[in-house]
Structures are given as structure tokens and as C-alpha cells.
């Protein structure tokens, strides 16, 4: 064998090393930083990359739970509505003109409350449809989505007659004011999950159900509750996403989020979790969303118009895709 | 058996055979699979291919298939060398299939699935159907092969045996030649069974070749002229079916004398069962299982029975005599309208889960679709019905070695291939060595009553072996177990008593010292209560 | 036991579909008498057109246990460079037929995608439907234009006093059927639906059969975007938003399965898209919270897959093997 064979034999192994690892995402996240910090202006800064950051921490609070929902083989469409429902009714709660409790020293806990219980209202009727009256999950979701954030609009008219609620109590905006709470708050809902998923019973559950519903009910595993259970922590994570929304805007308003239903699917699908179920990790989903992140705001630094970000981001979709494929490819020859 | 005349006259005349394989070789990953085959298939011949899982028997077929291509020698299909690319080359030639998993289209009817790839259309070039020279040509397939129904019958309407017969007839569709039938008779009734051999008799007459695989031994030697026996990718025999015996077969299959089938039962089943649970060391008044007067409109009736501690009780019958839903009510997979269950006195209820818990366990019919997590490792499989034993709330922590420790010990106990690492997917087992994960997965869980549903179908001689010890090891332990098989051999192999179900009744009890062969398939035909 | 009484409950199920549509015309038809008048009916129809035609293309993805969400943005950008073309002064038959050619073209990237690159067709038309939206954007510069009169003028044009989006329609929707029901390749696209990994082992031309679906669901999109255009007038940076969600609900009202091999063009899909249709209709005519509509359609729509699912247990339940006669 010619050396020149050889080096070229070893820089493909090298490469399958590479994309076959869990961390391939991440690098693919170094090699859009690299490629963006000599080009873009301000985009290494470290005020940018703290944007980036607090930036992406719904999409992250969003993305994490419907990991839960995907490893079980479903989909979880109706995390916007959520978002938007939430706020809605965590707004109308604490709200400064119309709230319920408004100016009371237990309006910003009770609305939080109230907003996680919206989320896992959802969740519950969504998983509640799926597990025990075995409707499609697609179907499920959509229509939901359109339920709930009609109802969020409808809402907000009948109360305030305005589709957003100003005036929320300066507590409550102290989580969007303070990166740091607000960091906090995803990064510990984050790390539960991705302990939920990896070392608790209901975890590996998850995974089971995704793998083989039948086999798992027979084996024992409480299917219907544990699909009840992924619905219930895909629409509380959606009411944290809400939560870190409503007090960055400062309003509470059904038409937050609605924009991020692709980037939550695309984020985790690029990580690597699977749409058949079965397979996925917090942890990739984590760098999905950051990946997405850098790309959104770099692009955006580069003074790109909006149409051209759109472009890019689906062809940046295939590529990870394509990728995934390729890796799928390399884990199964070898 | 004789070999009708018809196909030997055929023979003379036609003296070239159809298909013949000469020293093909083939590797995987420069693993040699096949190591220089050659046989040959003769006009009306029925050829037995046998061999464990793993002699190469699939890889041979994918080659004559056009699925493979092989790395040395010749396949020659109607006298000249035949190199087929892909499925459609094999067509071409008249060499047709009938998978163990049978390629119909249910959602189609019976007409469409025939002529899928060549539809008759209507002159002129134009792509549509000729709906009535569809139908006519349809029918008089279905009437060759003996099947009464409507052309335009949907697939899913018609039982596993009629399917079959559909593929056949798919086969004489494309005027095939050579017809592959593998595994034809895992899912068939022996009434289907044997309509199925009367066709193939038929066919022989008509000078068709076939090629016939299957682990079922008796059928083979029943049904083929020709017989060849492949070990490790060689084939270690050969020739006229009628110069082998049963034993003599698995001895040349699995390369050693294989003094038994069934391993050595313990001494307690001389005595009987009732001894059997008497000397069993945990000893308890009420039986393992008491099943009394269990209904449930159009699947089974009046059911009453006990399971002994220690004992190992058969449930045989035809396929469709209510056996595997009678195990699908026990386990609470399907509701019953009267009658109850007793695990040791306490009446059971709830569904899979509550009755795990009280101990019970049940190796489903379907090991891929009930039974495995086809992608999931090794490991997630074998710990999956024990897990809450390692976490007792959802929330809690698993316990992760002692998770892994289990998985070691039970991957031991059922001597799962070492080859295999913990976090291999279950899909790239054999046979076998899936079984085996599905029973070390509810070993772990320690069960007093364990109900198999064909614990051995479609698994290699050897493996059936390991598999019969772990049922009685799990016996000896003082566990109850039921056993449900189609094979009666096997029962009577390692049974300490039968039962015998027809229509969804029992029809029969036989205590070891009454097994008979013809008796149990007496009461499973009709009933001899009677 | 319950067997004899079930049956003709069982038939009555299915006939869902048609009730639930039947039960919301007689609604409407009771809160106003401008709602059963046939001209509101055929108006419902027209505007149904557009949904049908784009369904019909993605029953054939469904089929196959596809999907294609790309066919909202395939219509943008067909609608964008046509619209800029007419504005520019060429003939409208031109334009028209660029509309289609962005469709076929779509529809064959789509293809190439899901066959040649093996992508999961969820994600790749994801991806595409992006690219789509940002392409139309841009050549549209996220402006909306105000179309010639020649398009309005095709939405109204009657032949036998039937409008002629209907006509287009009706063709569509006629052609798919026979196709679905009369040719090989529609008999094929059932078996690949079915099980892909057995159609290919049954020497199906499975690549071919994946590809045209698309290729024919971009066609769909592009005739979808002509009707579309030809009600509207006019292109705004919104066109074609969400089409992609009415299209698969459409599909699934009428029965259309989303794991392929079940699912019919006709009456299946037609219906779900008029159904969709009227209900809108509906809701404006009776003058309904607007604020209501997406509440009261998301209820309609869940009911009626909440039937189906009903209607499939109950059929899986009914059809278990019995041992014995009862």
C-alpha cells in the first residue's frame, strides 16, 4: 500500500470518527463559529455570545421537552399553543390593569403556578387523547394547536379586549431583566430532564414505549401513563419557554413563540433524536439548539435580508439531515 | 411415500435440471458463508433444504434470488449459466418465492396481489386495468390452487393458510418454475398443512420444481424427494429423502450424534404431577394456578384447570383452537366475561403489569412484535421487566449496576451466543439467540407461573435443546409452567401432563404415563371426552 | 353477543364522515337561510377548489406513508414568479404555465430528496419548505402585489354555468381517481404504502413509485396555487401559509391514512376539503366571532378524527379471529 493511500484511509476514519460520535453536533456548532467570527462583526463578542445564550433558552426549554414526546414515537405540535396559552393566562393573573391578583404579593407565584398547570393541562389532554382514546399524535397535536391558541386570542379579547396584557408585575420581569434567573431556570429544567431520561425508571420507559409499544405493555410497562406522562412534560417545559417569554417581552400574549414550532422539531431531530421513536438524548438536543442559535444569529449579524436566513436555515436543515443518514449509515456497518 | 410415477417420467424426459448450483462460494466481512455448494434441482422434484440457523440456507436463496451475487462458481437455471442482478432476472427465469413472511399486500385484494407487477391492461397501450381480464385470470389461479374465494377479496380478510395458497398461486401467475417455499408452515393448522402438501404433490405432477426449507423435520422427510443438508455454509449430505431418518438428519445438521431431543426430565415426573408438586421445595396447598370455568363469547369455553408447582403442563391443539388466546386472557391481555384466575389462592385481575407483579410471565407467540425491542441493545431488553425492582416509584434512580450484574447473570443462565455485547440491538440476533433474550427477560422477574406460546418456533435444533433445560430448570425451581406447541412431539418431550384444546374447550388430559401420540391428536381433531 | 347489533352500527360508522359534513350543512342551514342557497354552495365549492387539489396531491404522499410539507411554499413561489411575470407585462398562459413547471419542479427537488438522498420525507420537505418560503420572499421582495384582472377574471369565468376553477378541479380530482383506482401504478402506490420493504422484494419499481408522488403532489400545488391566485388577485407575503396543514387535513377527514396504504382521493379527501370549506363558509355567513373560527373548526375536525379512531377499534375488535361460532 502507497503512503498516500494510507493517509487517505486515515483521514477517513478519522472523519467517520467524527460524525459517527454523539458529539458531532458540537462540532458541527465549533466549525459554524469558526466560520462565522472572522466574517461577522461583533459576532465573537462576548456580549453576543451571552445573547446567544439567553437567545436560545426557550427554544431549549421548548426542544428538551419534545424530546421526551419523540423518544416515545410521538410528536408534540401543540408546544406553541402552550406558550401562548400560558402566557395569556399567567398575564391575566398577574396582570397590572385587569389581573385577577393584580398588585397582590402573590401574584407572580400563583401565575407561575397557574401557567405550569396550563402547559400540563395540555400536555394531559393531548397525551389523554393518544394513550387512551389511540388517536395519531399528528392529528392530535394539530388540532390542539388550533384550539388553544384560538382559545389564547379568544381569551385575551373577552378579558382585556387587546390580544397582549401589559404591565406584569416588575418581579415577575426581573426573570427576563436577569439573564442569570433566567439561566438558571432552563438550565435546571434541562438537567432534570436529561436525568429523567438517564437514570430513572420512567426514563427508560420512555424509551421502551418508543421502541415497541406492545412489547412494552406486555413486559409491563404502563404505556398509557407514561405516553400521558411525555405530553404532560413537553406542555409544562412549553409553559418555562412561556414563563422566560412573557417577562423577556414584557407581555403576556398568544402570539408568543408561535414562530419556533420548526426551529423545537428541527433542533431536536438535528441533535439526532429520532421521528420513529426510541432514540435521542437531552444532550443532543442541546447542541441541535445551539447549533440552530448560532447559525439564527450569526446570519443575522451578517445583515442577511430575512429571506435569505430562511434559505439558509433549510438548506443547513438537509445538510444535518443528509449527515444523519450518513452517520446512521456508519453505525450500522460497522 | 412413494414418488408418483408421473414426475419420473417427467424426469426422463426432461433430464437437465432447472436450477443447479455449482461450488458457489460467498463471504460477508471476509467471513466465508458458503463454502463451495453445488446441488442441483430437477423438473417435479421437491428438494429438502435443511440446516440450523446460520448453514447458509438464506444466503443460497438470496443468490438464486438476485438479491446476493455470488463470489465463485456457477448457478445455471434451464441449462444455461443464470447470473441474476436483482429480483427481476429471477423472474424472468420462472424461479418464484413464498416467504416465511408472506409478501401480500392486505390493504389489496387477492387479484391485485397476483398480478401486482404485470397487470392485464386494456389494448392500446394505455396504463389501465382490464378489470374483467384481471378477474378471469385471477379466478382460474385461485381455482388451481383449491381456493373458493371471490378474486376481489381483500388479503386481510383470509387466515394465514389461505394467504399461503396465494403466494402459490402468485408463483404459478409468473409460470414459475422452480418455487422457493420457506418456512411455508410456521403459521399454518396441520389441516392447512396438509393442504398445502396435497398442492405441492400437485404441482410435482405438473413438473414444477421446488425448493422446500424448514426446520420442521418431519414434514421435510415427508414431503421432499430430494434432500440437502448444508452445516457452516458445506453441505454435509445429500440425496434421496427416503435414505434418511429423522435422527439421522439432525446428527448431519448439528455435526455430532445427538444422543436426545429433549433433555432428561427429572425423576418426580414418574411419579406424576401430583408427586411433582409435592416434592416441589416451596410447598403450598393451593396450586400455582387454578383456572375455573373461564368464558368469553366465540374464543374459549368453560376452561378449568390447575397448575401444580414444579409442573410442566402442555396445552396443545390445532392452530385456532383457542390455545394463545386462552394464554392472552391468563396474562390479561384480552377481557373474559365469566370465570376467574388463582395464583396461589388469590384471585388475579388488572392487566399486565398487576399480574407481573403477583408473578406471572408470558412469552408471547410474536417475538418481534410483543416480545423484543427489535432496535433496542441486548441489555434494555433482558432488564426491561424487572426495572421497577431497581426503581420502585417512576422518578427514582436506577440502580445501574446491579441492573447490569442481572443482565450478566441471566445472559449466562440462558447461554445467550458470548459473541454478542451488551449493547448489540436485538435485531442482529438469530432466531434462537433472540428467544433466548426474550426468556432470560422473564426469568429475571423470577416468575411462578411462566406461559410459553411456541417457545421454539423457527429456532435451530441445538437452541430448541437449551431452551427445553431452562423450562425445566425454572420447574425444578418450584415454578409453575405452561406450555403451549403445535409440535406434539415436543410436548410430549417435556411435559409432565397436556391438555388438549378444540374450539376453544378442552377436549383432553393425558398424564406422562397416557402420552400418545394419536390420542392428542385425536382429541385435538375431535373430541374423545366423548 | 354483541355481534348482530354492532353490524349495522359498524356501517352507520362508516358513513361518519359524510354525517358529521351533513350535520354541519344542516347547522349552518338552520342559523341561515343564505347558507343552503346553491349559489352559496357553489361558492363553497370554489373555495374549496384550491384545498382539494392540493389534498389530492398529498393523499397520493400520504399513500405512501410521505408527506409533503412543502407544498404551501411550492405554491408561494410558483404565485411570486408568476405575479412578477404578469406584472412585467407577459401573457397570462405563460405565467400560468411557470406556475406548474415551479410545481413539477419542487415536487422532483422533493424527490430526488426522499429517494435518491433517502431523507425522511418529514424532514426534507421541512427543509424545502423553508427554502421555498425564503426564495418566494424574495422574489417577491416580501411585498404584496396586486395581480392583472386577467386572474380574477379566470376565477369567475363560467363554462355550462359552473365556474371554471371547478372545472380544473373536477378534472384534477377525476384523473387522480381513475389513476388511484384504474392503473397499475395507482394499485402499486397502495402496495408500497402498505410495506415498503415487501414491495420492493416484489420487484416493484419502489424509487420510481416514491418519486412521482412528489413530483405529482408539486403538480397538485401548482394548479393549487393557480385556483388560489385565481380567487385572490393578488400574492401576499402569506400565500400559501399553512396550505400544507390544510392538505393533510383534508386528507385525514376523509379517511386518508398517515401511515400509509389507506386513504381515497374520492369521495375521501374531496369531502374533508369541502367540509373544511363550509365550515369556514359556514361561520362567516351565520357571522360567527371571527375569533371563534378556529375554535369551533379544530372542534369539527377533532371530532372527526376522534370517529375514525373510534370507528378502527371498534372494526379491529369486531374482526378478531373467533375460535367458535357463538
Known sequence: MTRASAITIDGRRIANRIVGSEFFVLCLCGVAFTVFAPFTPGFASPENLGNILVGCLPLLLLATGQTLVLITGGIDLSVTASVGLSSVVGALVMGGDAGWLRGSPAAMPVAIVAMLATGAFVGFFNGACIAWLRMPAFMVTLTTTMFFSGFAIWLAKQVVNAESIYNLPAAFLALGHRAWLAALLAVLATVFAHLLLARTLLGRWLYAVGHNPRTSFISGVPVAGVTVGAYVLSGMFAAMASILLTARLETGSP????????????????????????KGKVLWTVYGVLFLSLLGNGLNLLNLSDFLITIIKGGVILVAALLDVWRTKLVRGS | MTTPSASNEQRAINDEPIVSFAAIERSFFGVKVLKGVSFEVGAGRVVGLVGENGAGK???????????????????????????????????????????????????????????????????????????????????LLHQVGLVHGPETLVERLPPGERQLVEIAKALGADARVIILDEPTTSLSSRECERLFALMRQLRERGIAMIYISHALGDVLRICDDLVVLRDGERVGGGEAKEFTHDRLVSLMVGRQLNQLYPERRASRQVGSDQAAKQAPEKSAAPRLAVRSL????????????????????????????????????????????GEVRLEGRRLDGGPRRRIERGLAFLTEDRRQEGLCM???????????????????????????GIKSAVSRMREAVRLSPKATDAQAVRTLSGGNQQKVVLGKWLLAEPKVLILDEPTRGIDVGAKFEIYQLIHQLADRGAGVLVISSEIEELIGICDRILVMRQGEITGEFRCDEFDREKILGAALHSSRA | MSAPNSKPFLRLLDFAPVALFAAVLLVFGLMSDKFLTVANLLQVLVQASSTAVVATGMTFVLLTAGVDLSVGAIMFVGAGLAGKMALGGQPLPLCLLVMLGVGLLGGAVNALLVTRLKLVAFIATLATLYIG???????????????????????????????????IAGAVILVAQLVLTH?????????????????????????????????LSGLCAGIGGILALSQLGSVSPKFGELYEFDAITAAVLGGTSLFGGRGKVFPGTVLGAVLLKSIFNGLVIVQADPYLYPLITSAIIFLAVLIDGLRCRLIDRMERRKVFGS
Request: aromatic share 8%; glycine share 12%; with cysteine.
Open chain 1, 255 to 278: 402570539n408568543h413563540g408561535k414562530a419556533l414550532l420548526l426551529d423545537v422539531i428541527g433542533a431536536a431531530v438535528i441533535g439526532g433524536t429520532s421521528l420513529f421513536g426510541g
Open chain 2, 58 to 140: 438464506s444466503t443460497l436463496m438470496n443468490l438464486l434470488g438476485g438479491v446476493l451475487q455470488p463470489d465463485a462458481g456457477q448457478l445455471r437455471a434451464n441449462g444455461r449459466p443464470y447470473a441474476p442482478k436483482n429480483p427481476n432476472d429471477a423472474r424472468a427465469v420462472g424461479i418464484a418465492f413464498v416467504h416465511q413472511e408472506l409478501n401480500l399486500f392486505p390493504n389489496l385484494s387477492i387479484a391485485e396481489n397476483l398480478f401486482l407487477t404485470d397487470f392485464p391492461l386494456i389494448g392500446g397501450g394505455a396504463p389501465w386495468i382490464d378489470r374483467s381480464a384481471l378477474l378471469a385470470r385471477a379466478t382460474a
Open chain 2, 295 to 338: 368464558s368469553q363469547p366465540g374464543i374459549v369455553r368453560d376452561i378449568s384447570f390447575d397448575l401444580a408447582a414444579g409442573e410442566v403442563l402442555g396445552i396443545s391443539g390445532l392452530l385456532g383452537a383457542g390455545r394463545s388466546e386462552l394464554a392472552r386472557i391468563l396474562f390479561g391481555l384480552d377481557p373474559c366475561v365469566s
Open chain 2, 375 to 401: 432496535e433496542a441493545s441486548i441489555a434494555d431488553n433482558i432488564a426491561l421487566v424487572t426495572l421497577s425492582a431497581h426503581g420502585r416509584t417512576p422518578a427514582r434512580w436506577l440502580d445501574f449496576t
Open chain 3, 133 to 167: 418560503r425564503g426564495t418566494g420572499r424574495w422574489i417577491t421582495q416580501t411585498r404584496a402585489m396586486n395581480l392583472p384582472d386577467s386572474f380574477l377574471a379566470l376565477g369567475s369565468a363560467k363554462w355550462l354555468g359552473v365556474p371554471l376553477p371547478l372545472w
Open chain 3, 183 to 215: 392503473t397499475p401504478f395507482g394499485r402499486q402506490l397502495y402496495a408500497l404504502g402498505n410495506n415498503a420493504e415487501a414491495a420492493k422484494k416484489a420487484g416493484l419499481r419502489t424509487t420510481r413509485l416514491l418519486a412521482s408522488v412528489y413530483i
